[in-house]
């Protein structure tokens, strides 16, 4: 079990967490759990570094900015102790679990499981922080923003867990917003493939490292909200949304469980920026002079256009990057217009990416041809478009996001009946 921020943010939730772990434990079940530090708590220990020396050494960052979660494994087992449950905290480093890589973005190599699961078979329910792990020379690690859900994975698998619920401030995974189309319907389960793509794309309901941990370990993680009553469903009743295999879709849809969908969700993100090289020299590796310094810089690039040569042996190159990235971006590209050999950049931060996802467009036409219908008889210009085997995704103007999505949810047959 996994509980986020806002799950963890003071005494009350922390209380209401303990009672949603005691009804679980009390069906029979060996339970751990791994937790978030409490909503912006990581927010105002990273400010701390920054105050302390802002060309912080990220080791010690990762001992500051870890103790969050230290905090609510603690109170977690105090509060479950209280209400006469067997329990204690493990940290990361007394499991321990191993990373690997940089400070403050580590990744989990392996977790020595085996005191852990003694612990839990003599009746213990195990509080685990989440983010947090050792490194190689023994050094406090943590994994970057939402490694709390990667954690809760990696757990999950070396236990052998039936299951991995990831409780969080909403109740399963949506076909979009629901903020945005009143008439969006929570799924009963989705694709590991299909969740790890709209993670991608601007749905915030899981991390993206925690779906492919998930789906390379074959962990069965369900995604449904601690904000509950005291009457609510357990969570073995399947209230959330369940992230499973492909064969286990399969399986679902012939017991009449889910039904076979073309597109299971919209997704849409506001954190691009556009940037255009204008009059790049038309030959081999000009592009890679441009993407290379932007990769050496960690520097995510989603969708790439190159325009049709002009007649000078020169072309037009489109790509995105994330806004928070776009200021390093343009400095990195200024420094080596000599090398590139572009005449100007233009950039455009008022962009947004419409996503339409669903692993049946493997075996189905026209799907790309109903979004491109769809948006042009609502008037919504397309300026860029990048495509995988599931997803379609499309480069609009900002404004227009939510007209697009509610416009595409329609299309696709996506909206709950009244």
Not at 15 to 36: E, L, T, W, Y
Not at 100 to 124: F, N, P, Q, T
Not at 210 to 215: E, F, K, N, Q
Request: aromatic share 4%; hydrophobic share 45%.
């Amino acid at each position: 079990m996994k509980f986020g921020g806002t799950s963890m943010a003071g005494t009350e939730r922390i209380r209401r967490v303990a009672n949603i772990v005691r009804a679980q434990a009390a069906r029979g079940d060996q339970v751990a759990v791994v937790v978030s530090a409490m909503a912006g708590e990581t927010d105002r220990l990273v400010n701390f570094c920054r105050e302390a020396n802002p060309l912080y050494d990220p080791a010690e960052y990762d001992v500051v900015v870890a103790s969050g979660e230290q905090v609510t494994s603690g109170l977690l087992a105090l509060t479950l102790q209280a209400l006469g449950c067997k329990s204690r905290s493990w940290l990361g480093w007394q499991l321990p679990i191993h990373t690997i890589e940089a400070h403050a973005k580590a990744r989990v190599e392996s977790i020595d499981a085996e005191a852990l699961i003694a612990s839990m078979e003599a009746g213990e329910i195990a509080v685990i922080p989440g983010f947090q792990g050792l490194s190689e020379d023994n050094r406090v690690t943590t994994l970057g923003r939402g490694g709390s859900d990667t954690s809760a994975v990696a757990v999950a698998a070396a236990i052998k867990a039936d299951r991995c619920d990831i409780y969080t401030d909403v109740d399963g995974v949506y076909t979009t917003d629901p903020r945005i189309v009143a008439k969006a319907k929570k799924q009963k389960a989705v694709t590991y493939e299909e969740m790890l793509e709209l993670a991608s794309v601007g749905a915030k309901v899981l991390q993206t490292r925690s779906v492919g941990l998930a789906m390379k370990e074959k962990v069965r993680v369900q995604v449904l909200s601690s904000f509950i009553g005291e009457g609510a469903p357990p969570a073995d009743e399947l209230p959330g949304t369940m992230i499973v295999s492909d064969e286990e879709m399969d399986e679902l849809v012939e017991k009449g469980l889910m039904e076979r969908q073309l597109v299971t969700g919209i997704a849409h993100d506001k954190n691009e920026a556009k940037v255009i090289l204008t009059r790049v020299p038309d030959r081999p590796g000009a592009v890679a002079n441009i993407f290379e310094p932007l990769a050496a810089a960690s520097i995510n690039v989603d969708m790439i256009i190159q325009n049709v040569g002009r007649d000078k042996g020169e072309t037009d190159v489109t790509f995105t990057v994330p806004q928070s990235d776009l200021a390093r971006a343009q400095a990195l590209l200024e420094d080596r217009r000599g090398e590139i050999g572009f005449n100007r950049i233009i950039t455009d931060s008022k962009i947004a990416k419409i996503s339409v996802v669903g692993v049946g467009m493997k075996s189905h036409a026209g799907v790309a041809s109903s979004m491109f219908r769809a948006l042009s008889d609502r008037g919504i210009n397309i300026q860029a478009i990048s495509t995988s085997e599931i997803k379609i995704s499309v480069m609009i103007d900002e404004d227009e996001t939510e007209l697009a999505v509610r416009v595409l949810h329609t299309a696709y047959g996506l909206d709950a009946a009244d």
